[in-house]
């Protein structure tokens, strides 16, 4: 177990975060137990995130920041963070979707994970691998605080009716997802379309895709393997993508329409009835 005494804040965003905690705690002349009843948490999660054991929440940081008058400085902290926990072959690509500032994505499977309720991240992330699943969800979770960003990007989505129908934890969970895709219908920088399967052949077929462009850089075309993502510049591949894009959004519904099939299937497919639990994930 890592000992607070010599725990490194250059090792990682993590243990900068606990440093800069302990530090603050430190001079406000507080024990971690002391510390934890201020804000409503156990001594002992303080001390394990100190020391870089236990991820914080957003709830946390802002409480420790009003309660040891850091101006904000662990809020702060938090973002560099959860970037920092995301597996190593995706940080590059969270860094992209931070600094964007228009997003196009289509997807053939499942939602994006800029759009996931916490119930269908983790129905998603534990499919094959359940360990350390409610950090993992967080971190993913984090990654929409990019929408509260005082110019947050825009986001135009094209799902494949498909994603809309591939269960992914249990019918609640389905239909909360859903519910949260029509929460953006009156948001003008978060677009949704649907895919229809009766599109037929389409521009798509290939694969899902993210085209990322940006104030002042060249566009970037990512696409994504089992365990790697693949972010390209190239301008031929950024060229193709953003036709092959064009085409998809031609094909799409409109997005009163995209709105008014979301709403359709959620009552018909995911209603309340018959179903108050969660389907176990395998």
Known sequence: MTHVNVLDPGASPLDYYGFELRRHREAAGLTQRQLGDIVNYTGSLVGQIETARKLPTPEFSERVDAALGTGGLLS???ALVMRSQQPAWFQQVAELQARATEIYSF????????????AYARAVL?????GNLDDRTAVRIARQNIFQ???????WAVLSEAALHQRMGGRRTMREQLARLLAFETDPRINIQILPFS?????????????YRFASDPPIVY????????PTANPDTVKDCSLRYDHLQASALSLRESAELIRGLME????????SDEHPVA
């Not at 696409?223 to 693949?230: D, F, L, N, P, V």
């Not at 018909?268 to 179903?275: F, K, R």
Request: net charge negative; proline share 4%.
């Open 76 to 78: 702060r902290l938090l």
């Open 199 to 211: 599109a037929g052949a389409h521009a798509g077929l290939q694969g899902s895709f993210d085209v």
């Open 268 to 275: 018909e497919s995911y209603g309340e009835q018959g179903e």
């Open 223 to 230: 696409t994504e393997g089992y365990g790697s993502g693949h």
């Open 107 to 118: 997807e053939t499977h499942m939602v994006h994970g800029l759009l996931q309720t916490d």
């Open 126 to 130: 534990g499919a094959l691998d359940r």
């Open 149 to 155: 960003k005082e110019e947050p990007p825009v986001f």
